[in-house]
């Protein structure tokens, strides 16, 4: 089957059209602009491959955890192309993207993500009989929370992997030692080949649905949410002054 | 600085823009024709940088071992950019590009291409201090021959990776066994931004050349030069029989 994958989650973009198992083209990008370039990118990526929109047989796109806006951008566009091709969508997970392109088998392994203010978004995966098992889901964590659950998924080597995983490289190395083993550079950013490659695992599973049903996973409150709770706290801290003390 | 890296070695293609360590945009395609492509690809791989040619501080190519077609197809390509440009060009092996995308601190690595006619291109690693060191040149070899290869440098295990790997998977399984550790699907194409990487450090290290200087790198005669051998000792049997036996 031949899918067409979108990623905007994190602070990079893709897009790329796989075969079966075979990536035939993928585009790739710092995302300064997500909305500027997606449209752009599908279509980049759609004439390297040889393929119209029209030869598609699925489309699959990162649902999260990640920037709020990135995942709204890449959800609507593939929304938008799903209804108008009458296709189902596979979604992705980014800390599944990221264990995938680390993995080698006997792994364990904690992806992370870069989640701002002081977190990451961080998952533990087992590399077993040639698949990946997860065995912690996404949470966002501290790094001190996140050494933590470490320490309670393995007494062995631990691979890391992702922007998470750079970002806290220093106190991670301090508290692993030679317990942490980092993954190659070239796997830190999540790659829309291997959200292709998912996409089709989704699909043969019978695990893709249609656009209607698909639905970004925050794991956290938006930085808007926050700033509006503060504003009403704080709001209502003038206004009932009494009632607080 | 910022690199324009292209490689068409093998029977992928790709283009990707780095700033400083940081890849700013990547195209990657299989190459049903390099010819077709190389030049969009280039301009597309700008367009998504946010840059221009005036931008580029220099330039980096897959030199081989590869097809003897998409080398040369590369390297004219950069070579006219880097004349047009008055830019120095790194010329980077394809097998240093896998291993670099594979490796772990500590690791024993064989990157390897299919070379067809029952051969690979293959060469040895070790990932130690942060950087690979190359304990064993690249060749072409035949599968009996890169077993042995294998056997005399390491006794523990080893890393593999490239479609060469891929290719002779059984055979390496049933010699090495547990010993076989296979790199992640991710990484066994080469990726022009993995070439810029390298390029980079070519560049910091004095090696990058001007354009004139750069050759490629091809390990083996290619097939039109084995016909034509073939063909003048045939003729040569024919008109004169007598010298032969």
């Known amino acids: 089957m031949r899918i067409l994958a979108v990623d905007t ?3 990079v973009f893709g897009a790329a059209v796989a ?24 279509e980049a990526v759609l004439a390297l491959s040889g393929h119209s929109l029209a030869d598609l047989d699925g489309l699959a796109v990162t649902i999260g955890p990640g920037s ?30 990221l264990a995938r392109q ?10 992370a993500l870069d989640a701002k203010r002081g977190q990451v978004y ?15 889901e996404e949470q966002a964590l ?24 750079l970002l806290v490289r220093d106190v991670l190395v301090e508290a692993l030692g030679a317990r ?14 291997t959200v292709a490659m998912l996409g089709r695992e989704l699909f043969a599973a019978g695990n893709a649905v249609p656009p209607e049903d698909l639905a970004p996973v925050y794991l956290r409150k938006s930085d808007a949410e926050i ?19």
């Not at 309670?152 to 631990?158: H, I, N, Q, R, S």
């Not at 942490?180 to 080949?193: D, L, N, T």
């Not at 704080?234 to 607080?244: D, I, L, N």
């Open 19 to 42: 075969e079966d198992s075979e990536v035939r083209a993928e585009v790739f990008a710092r995302a300064d602009s997500h909305a500027r370039h997606i449209m752009g990118a599908v």
């Open 142 to 165: 501290e790094p001190r929370e996140w050494l933590e659950a470490i320490s309670e998924t393995t007494p062995g080597p631990v691979v890391l992997t992702g922007d998470g995983a």
């Open 102 to 111: 680390a993995a080698r088998e006997g792994d364990t392994l904690w992806a």
């Open 180 to 193: 942490a083993v980092f993954a190659p550079g070239h796997c830190h950013a999540p790659r829309a080949a």
């Open 9 to 11: 989650a994190a602070r």
């Open 68 to 97: 709020f806006t990135g995942l709204r951008i890449g959800l609507s566009a593939v929304q938008g192309l799903a209804v108008a091709l009458d296709l189902r969508v596979a979604g992705v997970m980014v800390l599944d993207v």
């Open 227 to 245: 700033a509006l709770a503060k504003r009403l706290e704080s709001s209502g801290k003038h206004s009932k002054p009494a009632e607080r003390d």
């Open 122 to 136: 961080a998952a533990c995966y087992r590399a077993e009989h040639g698949g990946m098992v997860k065995i912690r």
